[in-house]
């Protein structure tokens, strides 16, 4: 996604989540791909839109710097060739290097493991016009958080510093290539970017911090819907693993 979020949903920085989420829900049941005049690529648009802009982290790195801030971080390196020779890094505010400026996720860092959702869920449902109105119940498997760890993934909820990062998420590493050494700032592998690390691994979910279960979900049906009606549920969909978001639930209502 390359164009602004906020023009894509058509609303001002200023928006609150609620009218984030009622743009949303207004524009992708206007451009479903599965009704009549939809449109795939701009019902995708809408969505990234949304994904960016209903996540309180990804929001405010968009907010700050811009595309390259929300999916990715910032990519680069502290020098050219093994040198900073030509920079001056004499005043960086109290920060310790040029890597700890940029929201906390360094200067070349991966996104951190806990800036993510779960994914999306999106469900067909075939509706009967002599059931317009009622309530129906659907069952469906999804990712719950798991409830013996709390999402957490860890055996008892209990977490202990990453000693490979020393809790901090990320790691320094340089790399030789032909024009010099290219040192970067990369996500911690060991605890995914998180600082924090399972004592012991959750039993339950095997420290994924989720398990699949059969959900139930009770749907009112509108006496007014019109076929291929989308439903929109935020954070409603599969639970992140170890503790983050859950992505949305989205339902297409077919009349037959």
Known sequence: MSKDPYTILGINKNAS???????YRKLAHQHHPDKK???EVKFKEINEAYQTLSDPDKKTRYDTYGHAGAQ??????????GSTSGWDFGDLGGYESIFDMFSGSGYGATSPRRSTKGEDLH????????????KKTYEFEAFNKCI?????????????EC???NGQGKVRQSVQTPFGVFAQVVAC??????GMVAHTKCHSCNGAGRRKVVRKLELHIPDDIKNRHLVAFPQEGNAGSQGTPSGDLLITIHLV
């Open 163 to 165: 000693k490979t990062c």
């Open 189 to 194: 592998q060991k605890c995914d970017g998180d």
């Open 17 to 23: 989540p609620e009218e984030i989420k009622k743009a």
């Open 37 to 39: 005049g939809g449109n």
């Open 72 to 81: 990715n971080g910032f990519g680069g390196a502290s020098g050219y060739g």
């Open 123 to 134: 469900l067909q449902v075939k509706i009967s016009k002599k059931d317009l109105g009622k």
């Open 148 to 160: 013996d760890c709390s999402g957490t993934g860890a055996e008892g909820g209990k977490l202990e």
